[in-house]
Structures are given as structure tokens and as C-alpha cells.
């Protein structure tokens, strides 16, 4: 994940929160159990961190895109049918995950209500990526 740090540590802090919200959803995706994690850069597009758990029938259950905007802010998108959303704080995407429909949550301010809440829906995705 040395890649993951080196893009963390170039982007520099804001108002907003989304670096240390990125941080803080990043080591939590990381001390998951039998979550592997791969970081695909798009320079002037998207940073992308995919959690995935290997023997399911999924290439991953979370994707955390940073997009990059004037400042940067956070897209955390799920396949629709592993996670609840009981605020109703995500935007549903037809076809918008690996072709399934998605829900997504856009952070364009990290605020420690709102990471916690994206931390919450990673974990049941988590919990439903292992159960099958």
C-alpha cells in the first residue's frame, strides 16, 4: 500500500475533512478480516480503494473513489443488495457498480457523523461479502 501512502501523503490537508476522512475509511478497510485491498489511480480523474474478501462471487464489496475536483471529496459506492440504508443518506445507481446497480454515498464534506455512518455500511458489506 505504499502507493496508497504516497497519494495520502501528497494531498495536502482542507477544511473540508476528506483526507482524514479517507484515512480513517482506509484503516478500517485495511483491519477488516480477509479483506484484500487495491488502490487503482486515475490522475486528474480518480483515486479508487476497492475492499474485497477472495472466494466470493464479487471482484469487491466497497469502492472508496476520491474524485478529483477542486477540493477533492469522496465517493463510497456498494452493489445495492449488500448494504441497508436506513437514512436514506445514498443515492441509488443503476448499472453503476461493475454494471449492477450501486448505492453511493458522496462526501463532499467529511464530517465525523458522516464517515461514521459510510463506516457502518462498509462493515455490513463486509459482514455480507463473507457470508455469501
Known amino acids: 500500500m505504499d502507493a496508497v501512502q504516497a497519494f495520502v501523503e ?3 490537508e482542507s477544511p473540508d475533512g476528506n483526507r482524514q476522512g479517507f484515512i480513517r475509511l482506509q484503516e478500517l478497510l485495511t483491519n477488516l478480516e480477509g479483506v484484500e485491498v487495491s488502490f487503482h489511480p486515475r490522475p ?4 479508487s480503494l476497492r475492499g474485497a474478501v477472495s472466494g466470493t ?8 473513489d476520491v474524485i478529483e475536483d ?3 471529496w469522496l465517493s463510497v459506492c456498494f452493489f445495492g443488495d449488500m448494504i441497508q440504508d436506513p437514512d436514506q443518506l445514498g443515492a441509488e445507481v443503476p448499472g453503476g457498480l461493475l454494471g449492477e446497480d450501486a448505492l453511493c454515498f458522496d462526501l ?3 464530517t465525523e ?5 459510510v463506516a457502518e455500511r462498509i462493515k455490513e458489506a463486509h459482514r455480507s461479502a463473507l457470508s455469501g
Open 10 to 12: 501528497q494531498w495536502a
Open 44 to 47: 486528474g480523474v480518480t483515486y
Open 57 to 64: 462471487n464479487r471482484p469487491l464489496f466497497v469502492m472508496i
Open 70 to 72: 477542486e477540493p477533492r
Open 108 to 110: 463532499d464534506t467529511c
Open 113 to 117: 457523523a458522516s464517515v461514521a455512518y
